[in-house]
């Protein structure tokens, strides 16, 4: 069984920075996705960056230049900096795992950004 635990959200100030992690744990093909998604209220959820394990990276056009993306393979986890955040960043951030034929969902992190 794969788990996620998301962790790092929280309140910051417009202009603030916050650092998610996402760390994976079960039994993990090594070639897989890892990514953040986030869903505010009302909205659909939507992909804000993506890596494989091999390295590729997209960013959803709200994310490039303020937010980056990156993973430590051995430890099966993903890390996610934002800076300059907008209060239009506020939303639950997920942690997705994606392998050949499945996918796994964390259970969400909240990051909020308001003076």
């Known amino acids: 069984q794969v788990q996620l635990v998301e962790s790092g959200g929280g309140l910051v100030q417009p202009g603030g920075s916050l650092r998610l992690s996402c760390a994976a744990s079960g039994s993990i093909v090594s070639i897989n996705t890892m990514g953040w998604y986030r869903q505010a209220p009302g909205k659909q959820r939507e992909a804000v960056a993506i890596m494989t394990s091999g390295g590729t990276i997209s960013y959803s056009d709200s994310a490039k230049g303020r937010f980056t993306i990156s993973r430590d393979n051995a430890k099966n986890t993903v890390y996610l900096q934002m800076n300059s955040l907008r209060p239009e960043d506020t939303a639950v951030y997920y942690c997705?795992?994606?392998?050949?034929?499945?996918?796994?969902w964390g259970q969400g992190t909240q990051v909020t950004v308001s003076s």
């Open positions: 997705k795992l994606r392998v050949p034929g499945k996918e796994y």
